[in-house]
């Protein structure tokens, strides 16, 4: 079970929603590719795709690229 925290953050400018909320979209389309990787491997090889690996095809993705390194790695 995944348990998930709700956060509100108040007092920020329009300008600074607007980077957080872009963020937020970046790292989403980057998990949805590290799945699509992970699930097309399993269809094609049968076995679970490593992490290394899912790395390595990853970082010359534009998602990658416009999140900071460590924020894209977790």
Not at 8 to 23: A, M, R, W
Not at 39 to 61: D, V
Not at 62 to 67: H, M, S, W
Request: proline share 0%.
């Amino acid at each position: 079970m995944h348990l998930t925290v709700k956060q509100q953050v108040k007092h920020l400018s329009k300008e600074d929603y607007k980077t957080i909320k872009e963020l937020c979209h970046i790292a989403k389309n980057l998990a949805n590719e590290a799945i699509y990787n992970v699930r097309q491997y399993y269809f094609s090889e049968g076995e679970f795709l490593k992490y290394e690996k899912n790395y390595t095809l990853l970082k010359n993705s534009a998602n990658y690229k416009a999140l900071n390194s460590y924020m894209a790695q977790q």
